[in-house]
């Protein structure tokens, strides 16, 4: 009995690897040269020209191998091995090392300057009329 073994869909690994770097698609395309729906193309693409792909993985950061042999299996076993069981925890929870409400006020910023950004679009498209 033979089994085969299916194809690694690069597009997917690239969407993936793009979303853990929080990177946009915008920001990928432009820093390739092409359009964001050219990066919506190649996300839906199974198979990746070798040129094309050293691109991205530069652009990415990682290697064009990395992108290839990408799972999710392998990443959440990467973030795993760094599990410490000596009293992190605290008698009721985890104990964090960060305040969150500083989380919520920077993403509240954030938040902020994204509507900022749409109304200055959004008068400039105005204007232009």
Do not use: C, W
Not at 41 to 62: C, F, P, Y
Not at 97 to 108: T, V
């Amino acid at each position: 009995m033979e089994t085969t073994t299916k194809p690694r869909h690069i597009g997917r690994n690239i969407s993936r690897i793009r979303e853990l770097r929080e990177m946009k698609q915008e920001a990928l395309a432009q820093a390739i040269g092409v359009s964001q729906q050219t990066i919506s193309t190649i996300e839906n693409s199974e198979t990746v020209e070798d040129e094309r792909l050293q691109q991205i993985a530069k652009a990415l950061g990682v290697s064009a191998e990395a992108i290839k042999n990408f799972s999710e299996e392998s990443v959440i076993n990467y973030f795993n091995s760094f599990y410490d069981n000596s009293g992190s925890q605290g008698q009721f929870g985890p104990v964090y090392n960060f305040n969150p409400i500083e989380k919520i006020i920077e993403l509240y910023d954030k938040l902020v300057q994204a509507e900022k950004e749409k109304v200055a679009y959004l008068e400039k498209l105005l204007n232009n009329k």
